[in-house]
């Protein structure tokens, strides 16, 4: 199995890598941010509870997409590997996933990071604003509170990846097609 998640702060690219490379590799995508979005869709308990924390850029509490995403894997029993995208975003969560793959002897692959600056990150998601009625995208403040959650409480998975040996890097600036060769260029070394 080939697990990989797929890493980065707000609008690195991570969704639109992750289409392209599900379609290449047969992998199965597990974006939390389209799990819950999901479950705000129908209305459910679930997506009612985590859509104040998303309006806002905070965080969901681990304990609700630890459990999605066990769900997810056990609804994929005869899965080839996933993609996580959004996914593990606390070290709680990545120490959640580390037992859920134990389970299936299938431990995580690769952490592929997309290196992003900034203020193309902030352009990226104000472009898609006027495009989409994803809330957390439609006000600056949002935007600039979901950069900085990453920066204090998901960036430091680099180091729990870093310490495994798992880590990678990849410039996840400039045209789509690039850095998509990019990706593919890594997985096929692992
Ligand atoms: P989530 O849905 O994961 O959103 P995000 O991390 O904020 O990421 P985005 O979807 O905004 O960006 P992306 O990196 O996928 O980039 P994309 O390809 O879309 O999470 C949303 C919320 O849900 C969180 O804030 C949190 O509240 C909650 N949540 C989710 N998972 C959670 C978890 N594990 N724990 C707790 N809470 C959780 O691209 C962005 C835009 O840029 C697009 O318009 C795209 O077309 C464009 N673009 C992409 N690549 C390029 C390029 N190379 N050049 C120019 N434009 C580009």
Redo the contacts with the bound molecule.
């Keep these: 199995m080939m697990n990989l998640i797929l890493f980065?702060p707000?609008?690195?690219?991570?969704?639109?890598q992750a289409a392209r490379l599900i379609d290449e590799y047969k992998l199965i995508h597990l974006?939390?941010?389209?799990l819950?979005r999901a479950e705000i869709k129908q209305q459910t308990k679930l997506g009612l509870e985590a859509q104040t924390?998303?309006n806002k850029?905070?965080?969901?509490p681990d304990s609700i997409?630890i459990g999605m995403i066990e769900n997810k894997l056990d609804a994929n029993p005869n899965a080839i590997g996933f993609i996580f995208?959004?996914?593990?975003?606390?070290i709680p969560?990545a120490k959640a996933l580390d037992s859920l793959l134990e389970r299936k002897k299938s431990p995580i692959t690769r952490m592929l990071a997309l290196q992003v600056e900034k203020q193309e990150l902030i352009e990226?998601?104000k472009?898609?604003a006027m495009e989409s009625n994803r809330p957390?995208d439609q006000n600056p403040e949002v935007i600039e509170n979901?950069i900085k959650v990453y920066e204090e409480s998901t960036a430091p998975l680099i180091y729990y990846y870093k310490d495994q040996k798992k880590f990678s890097a990849i410039a996840g600036m400039?045209?789509?097609d690039d850095?998509f060769k990019r990706l593919c260029m890594e997985i096929e070394q692992l």
């Design positions: 980065g707000p609008g690195a690219g991570k969704g639109t974006s939390t941010g389209d819950l924390f998303m850029g905070e965080l969901v997409v995208d959004g996914f593990p975003r606390t969560q990226r998601l472009i898609r957390d979901r400039g045209d789509v850095i």
